[in-house]
């Protein structure tokens, strides 16, 4: 994938920077901390292949999937969905 544009931002004292990436098929916007990512979370767009998509974010940068990535961190939604992860990994059952 692409780069198109990295966004950081701070959230209770770590850095964060969110990615927006793009190919031919799909714009990806994913949350990163220390260069690799900070939750399990992706937002995807597939685009049709008639479709440019770097014209598609030069005329609208995925604003609304930066917002709702960003928002992810700052509510900790991670978090449940990692211990439940952890949970089933364990072998553990309901």
């Known amino acids: 994938m ?3 544009k990295k966004i ?5 004292g770590t850095d964060y920077e969110i990615r927006v990436l793009y190919d031919e098929r ?3 916007v994913a949350a990163f ?5 900070a939750n399990g979370f992706r937002y995807q767009v597939l685009i049709p292949k008639a479709c440019d998509a770097r014209a598609l974010l030069d005329r609208h940068a995925a604003r609304e999937l ?3 990535c960003r928002d992810d961190i700052e509510q900790g939604r991670w978090e449940p969905v990692a211990e439940a992860i952890g949970f089933c990994a364990a072998g553990k059952s309901g």
């Open 8 to 12: 950081p931002f701070a959230q209770q």
């Open 66 to 68: 930066v917002d709702r």
């Open 33 to 37: 901390r220390d260069n690799r990512p």
């Open 2 to 4: 692409n780069l198109y």
């Open 26 to 28: 799909a714009v990806t």
